[in-house]
């Protein structure tokens, strides 16, 4: 199967400073991949759709200057939080469907700390 | 907006009883996908359904899709501790929309 490397995988940081999560796929081109948020017990809420060589869309809800999305080439995407607060610690994952309308591959997640 | 709907949140089951978790939507999937997740893992996908009434098996794990692409569920006979983690439910509508998960947890 397709292979979808995420790092890091985790994270703690200072509440004020940003964070970059980096989303690769290792074996396959991603025009599209996708970021969701989960919090403990509960299921992936996704953040947003980060298109190659074009702005991302974000889900109602999300705050687009605060998650920051760049999709600069076809094997890496990057989720940076900004000015992150405590609130925002959670479960960041990705994910790349390689073979069209089929099943997602999804990185490792990254475990975010804001203390 | 579109919802998918999962049922039961938490089940607990001793090793060789059987588990079923139950998927909804609020409106007609294209296809419906599932997928694993073992605690403080990924998603992993396990199958995806398209046909109306569709019925696939792996193993001790059986997924059906409803007639009307609305519902769907996932049964596993006799469970065993390899099947601890939380099973999604996800409908495809352009981008994927996950249910709330079912947590299983076997006793052995």
């Known amino acids: 199967g397709a292979v979808v490397s995420q790092h890091p995988s985790w994270v703690i940081c200072k509440s004020g400073t940003s964070v970059k999560i980096e989303c690769r796929s290792l074996?396959?081109?991603?025009?599209?991949m996708f970021w969701y948020r989960q919090f403990p017990k509960q299921s992936l809420m996704l953040m947003a759709t980060?298109?190659?060589?074009?702005?991302?869309?974000?889900e109602q809800g999300v705050e687009k200057d605060k998650f920051l999305i760049n999709h600069a080439s076809l094997t890496l995407s990057t989720l940076t939080v900004t000015s992150a607060h405590p609130e925002d610690s959670s479960f960041y994952i990705c994910?790349?469907?390689?073979?069209?309308?089929?099943?997602?591959?999804f990185g490792q997640g990254t475990r975010l700390t804001v203390v | 907006g579109q919802q998918v709907m999962q049922i039961p949140q938490y089940q607990h089951v001793q090793e060789g009883e059987d588990f079923t978790t139950y998927c909804n939507s609020s409106?007609?999937?294209?296809?419906i996908q599932w997928y694993k997740q073992r605690p403080g893992g990924h998603p992993v996908f396990l199958i995806q359904?398209?046909?109306?009434?569709e019925v696939k098996k792996q193993k001790r794990l059986t997924f059906q899709f409803g007639e009307a692409k609305k519902n769907s569920s996932l049964h596993i006979t006799a469970t065993q501790t390899t099947d601890v983690g939380t099973y999604f439910c996800?409908?495809?509508?352009?981008?994927?929309?996950f249910g709330q998960g079912t947590e299983l947890s076997v006793k052995p």
């Open positions: 996800a409908g495809r509508e352009g981008k994927l929309i």
């Open positions: 074996d396959f081109q991603a025009t599209t």
């Open positions: 409106t007609t999937l294209s296809n």
């Open positions: 994910s790349a469907h390689p073979y069209g309308d089929t099943e997602a591959f």
């Open positions: 359904l398209v046909k109306s009434g």
């Open positions: 980060s298109n190659e060589g074009s702005k991302a869309t974000y």
